[in-house]
């Protein structure tokens, strides 16, 4: 039992039941279903930011002169892949508007492009739908970027109430 009437409680011996690990609830199991509905914006964000990453290599193997240094933006296809995959989570479909119809215009250039490579269209047209579908790219990526970034700061994600 516990001592009250000293200036912080002491207990000098545990009760066994209540400290034994043994005599716990198990954790109630969980279906796959609660895991997709908590984890699919996730899921959709790494979707996004493969198909970015795609995209660039599409487009980059379109020109002559390949330019190793844009593995280097993969980092930001992660972050705005991963931007989309939370803004649709959050259902902040108004704000996904901007980057969504940027990525609409990046897939109809990089089809376009590699469309091209089978048809064996003209270089020259090849190289000006690769740079129309990288400029297309770079603003889905910066557009996604910010539109999380306006959304969060005007309505942030808040934590849900805890279950007890």
Known sequence: MAEFSLPAPYEPKKSEFIHDRATRP????????????????????????LLGTVAMFELR?????????????????????LAFGHLMYRGKWEALAVPGGFLLLTAIFTI?????????VSRDTRRVVAILGGISLALTVVSAMVALLW????????????QV
Do not use: Q
């Open 26 to 49: 198990k954790r109630p199991a969980v279906d796959w279903r609660e895991l997709t509905g908590r984890f699919w914006g996730i899921g959709m964000g790494l979707v996004f930011s």
């Open 61 to 81: 193997d379109s020109w002559d002169n390949h330019r190793e240094w844009l593995v280097s933006f993969i980092p930001f296809f992660a972050i705005a892949g």
């Open 112 to 120: 376009s492009v590699f469309l091209g490579d089978i048809d064996e």
């Open 151 to 162: 959304v969060e700061l005007r309505d942030p994600a808040k934590a849900p109430p805890p």
